[in-house]
């Protein structure tokens, strides 16, 4: 088998990878594809490795792989700080502000998002190297897949040295014989992925000074950590932003078919849901619906599933949708109901 140069490494000879997601997106399975791939199939010496915390949907994970010639000896897991490709599976995860760090004038991104690319850069703060943009949520739903399949298509073109076939038949090896229902659909999900991936080459340019490498640091250490290492800091707060836990599905408010039963209330575990004094649907003063806040719905959909009155149904996540329709329980006063005085 004769290996395949890299493009590109760092001091270290290393090739990196490094993907943002939140559980249940696949992330951590497509790190072990890359990884296999690179290794048994592509003549590359390389590990893969995740780190995440609790494991269940909507908490954050990150998936690394290192890749580098053969006869090189890997002798480090440490995250990848300063990745040469970086997959953003969940769009939110820029919002939240924990996907850029490490971006240099070398790293080529891969963002599954329907923004044009120069938000997206913006958003990043990227200058130089490259930016692609590739619905993956969409394509995944259209073909019955997930967005890490469609996203191992878009990060294979992106690279400019991972062999498709090479991730085809590690998918084939993986999926096949446990799930061989669901093979078709992630192999058109990687092939859509690979073909429709948007990619632009960046230019550095004064207005847009690239970023300073820089590696996240805590603020508490050996020295002033708290006694007995007790953690101070409250599990939650009313001012915590959930949505970077949605995996791209929300539900979708119809006031017209509400009967203010409650039942999304008792069944949302994180109180995303408002009800105030108004008009009913019956012309009856009492306690109404008001509006989902958006802000803490982390898209279970436990409420669609509880919804009589198909009041509530399931929708795209879209930042405009939400802003339009999402109600704000922090100093927002409540709508009234149409007629309502």
């Known amino acids: 088998m004769t290996a395949i140069s890299l493009p590109q490494t760092n001091a270290h000879g290393f090739y990196e990878i490094r993907m943002e997601s939140v559980g249940g997106l ?5 790190g072990k594809i890359i990884g296999e791939a690179g290794v048994l199939r592509m003549g590359l010496g390389g590990a893969n490795f995740a780190s995440y915390g609790a494991e269940k949907k909507g908490t954050p994970v990150k998936s690394f792989v290192r890749f580098c010639a053969p006869d090189r ?12 490709l970086l ?3 969940h769009e939110s995860l820029i919002r939240a502000g924990i996907a850029a760090e490490g971006i240099t004038h070398d790293t ?19 200058c130089g ?9 969409g394509i995944a739903t259209a073909e019955n897949s997930r967005a890490n399949m469609v996203m191992l298509g878009a990060m294979t073109q992106a690279s400019a040295f991972i062999d498709p076939e090479a991730i085809k038949a590690v998918i084939s090896a993986t999926l096949g014989h ?15 992925g690979f073909a429709e991936l948007e990619l632009h080459q960046l230019v550095c340019t004064l ?44 539900p979708i408010y119809d006031r017209s078919l509400c009967i203010n039963c ?17 008009i009913d649907h019956k012309n009856r003063r009492g306690q109404v619906l008001v509006g989902i806040d958006y802000r803490y719905c982390k898209g279970c959909l436990r409420c669609v599933e509880a919804c009589p009155t198909e009041a509530l149904t399931t929708g795209d996540d879209e930042e405009e949708y939400v802003a339009e329709h999402g109600f704000s329980q922090l100093g927002a006063s409540p709508p009234k109901k149409d007629g309502e005085t």
Not at 73 to 84: A, C, G, K, L, Y
Not at 129 to 137: K, P, V
Not at 220 to 244: C, F, H, Q, R, W
């Open 178 to 192: 446990k799930y061989p229902q669901l093979l078709e659909g992630n192999l058109r999900a990687f092939d859509r």
């Open 207 to 250: 207005e847009h000074e690239p970023p300073a490498p820089h590696r996240a640091a805590s603020p508490l250490g050996y020295e002033n950590a708290p006694m007995g290492g007790t953690i101070i800091n409250p599990g939650n707060t009313v001012l915590k932003d959930l949505s970077p836990t949605r995996m791209g599905r929300i």
């Open 262 to 278: 409650g039942k999304c209330e008792y069944t949302c575990p994180d109180f995303c849901y408002t009800f105030a004094g108004g």
């Open 108 to 126: 080529t991104v891969v963002v599954n998002s329907l923004h044009p690319a120069e938000e997206i850069r913006q958003a990043l703060g990227m």
């Open 87 to 89: 997959a953003i599976l």
């Open 73 to 84: 000896d890997i002798r480090t897991t440490s995250p990848v700080e300063f990745p040469h």
């Open 129 to 137: 190297g490259a930016l692609g943009t590739i619905d993956a949520s």
């Open 26 to 30: 696949g992330a951590n399975v497509a």
